[in-house]
C-alpha cells in the first residue's frame, strides 16, 4: 500500500518538482533572503555540493502522534536561513555543524532509519538542501513507506512551498512572529509575517485532512507550532488571533503551544530573552487557546 505523497507522484512529475527545487537552490532563491549568492558561500552555511546533515536520530519529543511508541526519523539538516538569536539548536543551525553526504549516502541512512522501526521521516529545517532530498530519495521511494514530515520556521519561498504541498505529507509548521519587528530583531527574515501568512493560505488552500490510523499515529495532517517568547505575551496573543481566524475559514490543523523556551546563544545578550517564561504570561496564552477552543497541545512549564 501507498503510504506516502511521493510514492504516488507520476516519474514526470516528480522529474519537474525536483528540477524545480535544484533550479530554486541554483538560483539562490530558495528562502525569503533570496540570498543569490555563489554556492559555498550561502548564508544559510549550504554546502557546494551534497547535503549536509547534523544527525540522523531517533527523536521522541515530538507531539504524540507524530513520535508514537518508537519515535520519529529526524533529520537535522546542518546551517538554517532563519538564524533566530534563541535557537536552541544553534551548534547545528549557526556553527553548520554536520557532515556532507552524498545522495546514495543519505538515502542508506533514512533507510537505516527506517530499520529501526520509526514512525516516519521527519526533515528538519532544510529548505536549502529540498530538490537534492526530493531526488535521493526518489531513487528509492518504494523503500521509504512511510508519511514525510516537514518540520519547517512556516516562513518559505512560494514556489518552494507549493512543491512542499506535492511532497510532504504532515507539516510541523511555526507560526513564530505576527509582528515584522520581532522577526526583524530576532531572525534573520524582514518579511517574516507575510511569507508566512502566504505559506498559511496555501495550506488552507491545499485542505491538507487530519488522518490518524487505529493506532492513533499521524499519517496525514498539519501541526502548527508556537514557541512563547518571554514577555512578548502580545505576540503570542496575536498568533493565536490569528490561528482562530484560520480554524474558522477551515484550516484543519492541531496547534501546538510550547513553553520549552529557555535563553540559548545569542539570547544569553539580550536582556528581554535572557531569561524563562514567567508561568502568569504563559497561562494568559494557553487561556486564549482554550477560549478559541483549538484543539492539539499545550506542554506544561
Ligand atoms: S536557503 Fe540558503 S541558499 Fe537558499 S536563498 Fe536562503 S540563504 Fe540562499
New binding site residues.
Given amino acids: 500500500m501507498k503510504t506516502n505523497l511521493l510514492n504516488v507522484l507520476s516519474e514526470p512529475e516528480l522529474e519537474k518538482l525536483v528540477s524545480r527545487a535544484l533550479k530554486l ?1 541554483e538560483q ?4 525569503p ?3 543569490q ?1 555563489p554556492r559555498g558561500s ?3 552555511g ?1 554546502p557546494e555540493e551534497g547535503i549536509k546533515v547534523a544527525s540522523f536520530a531517533i527523536h521522541d519529543g515530538e507531539e504524540p502522534p507524530v513520535s508514537g511508541w518508537n519515535g520519529a526519523g529526524n533529520i537535522f539538516f546542518s546551517g538554517c ?1 532563519a538564524k533566530c538569536l534563541f535557537c536552541q539548536n544553534w551548534p547545528i543551525s549557526h556553527n553548520n555543524n554536520g557532515k556532507i553526504y552524498n545522495s546514495g549516502e543519505f538515502s542508506e541512512k533514512i533507510k537505516k532509519l527506517i530499520d529501526k522501526k520509526v514512525h516516519n521521516i521527519n526533515f528538519v529545517t532544510g ?2 538542501f529540498l530538490g537534492k532530498v526530493i531526488e535521493s530519495l526518489w531513487k528509492v521511494r518504494e523503500a521509504v513507506n512511510l508519511p514525510l514530515i516537514y518540520n519547517c520556521s512556516g516562513c518559505h519561498n512560494h514556489e518552494l512551498f507549493e512543491i512542499l504541498l506535492k511532497t510532504m505529507d504532515i507539516f510541523l509548521f511555526d507560526v513564530k512572529y505576527c509582528d515584522n519587528t520581532l522577526s526583524s530583531k530576532y531572525s534573520n527574515i524582514q518579511n517574516y509575517t507575510e511569507y508566512n501568512l502566504k505559506c498559511l493560505e496555501m495550506l488552507l488552500e491545499a485542505d491538507i485532512p487530519w488522518i490518524e490510523d487505529d493506532l492513533g499515529l499521524l499519517k496525514r495532517g498539519v501541526i502548527i507550532r508556537h514557541l512563547v517568547l518571554p514577555d512578548h505575551i502580545d505576540n503570542s496573543l496575536q498568533v493565536i488571533e490569528l490561528l482562530n481566524d484560520f480554524k474558522k475559514r477551515g484550516l484543519n490543523f492541531k496547534l501546538s503551544l510550547m513553553s520549552q523556551y529557555f535563553p540559548a546563544h545569542k539570547a544569553l545578550d539580550i536582556e528581554v530573552l535572557n531569561t524563562k517564561v514567567a508561568s502568569a504570561q504563559y497561562r494568559k496564552i494557553a487561556e486564549a487557546v482554550e477560549f478559541y477552543e483549538i484543539e492539539g497541545w499545550t506542554q506544561s512549564l
Fill in positions: 537552490f539562490g532563491l530558495c528562502c533572503v533570496m540570498c549568492a550561502r548564508p544559510c549550504a536561513s529548505d536549502h
